[in-house]
């Protein structure tokens, strides 16, 4: 396997819908709405993001070589376009792709996810998650990072079961978390995304707010946004049924 060269499921038939995971998940991040969506008449796409998961990547990498290995990942399995999903660093992920390789991107579904860059605040977080990741380790970082992610009221059963989820290779924590630091900010390119695109924001995301998802589908010409009650930043892993109601409410009209 290349460098560049994505592992991926691939299941159900109809139109294509491409999954972008977070950070610091893989492919696994999709399971819980993947039957839904294939049920609903879709075919599903869910690959491992470059150093994730299955994904080998020798090399560091930015947002937009994601996007670039997503876009190869589309050519070699012959879909021309797809509506593209991608929850929080994969909506990083998707931005790249509206602005690099459009004719690829039918629709769009920005989830939990932001187009502002990091702010010096941010950026400062990033220092001391690298810090953390170098001298304590993985385990230590993702521990710390998981209340972060989920609503206070989110149910222990979830909690553990995303916590499991998150284990990914020393050398690819610290590869994204600089990508993450380093990402191009998508704010001016906004009103040039010419599909359909529907934005979601989880009530209780303190990470990428209600109020930010809700201004970036002010931004884009064909965008929506719907606010999915008492979930946090992981609103696939939270509330997969609203999740999925959302998605294919917006795809099917």
Known sequence: MSSRNLAYD??????????????????????????????????????????????ACETTWSIDDQADAVAKLMESIKIPNA????????????????????????????????????????????????????TQGVAAFCDGMLPKLVAPNTSENISKATRTLMNQPQSTILTALAALRDRADRRPGLSAIAVPTLVLGGEFDAISTPQE????????????????PGVGHLSNLESPAAFVQAIVTFLKN
Request: hydrophobic residues 45%; charged residues 15%; glycine residues 10%.
């Open 10 to 55: 691939d299941n159900g038939s109809g139109t294509p819908l491409v999954l972008l995971h977070a950070f610091p998940f893989d492919r696994r991040f999709w399971d819980g709405v993947t039957p839904s969506l294939v049920s609903a008449g879709f075919r599903v796409i869910a690959p491992d993001l470059l150093g994730f998961g299955k994904s």
């Open 83 to 134: 509506a593209i999903l991608g929850l929080s660093m994969g909506g990083y992920v998707a931005l790249s792709l509206a602005a690099n390789y459009p004719k690829q991107v039918s629709s769009l579904i920005l989830a939990d996810t932001k187009a502002a860059p990091d702010s010096p605040q941010a950026r400062q977080g990033r220092a001391e998650a690298i810090d953390v990741v170098s």
């Open 213 to 228: 998802g809700a201004e970036i589908a002010a931004a884009i010409p064909q965008g929506c946004f719907v606010q999915l």
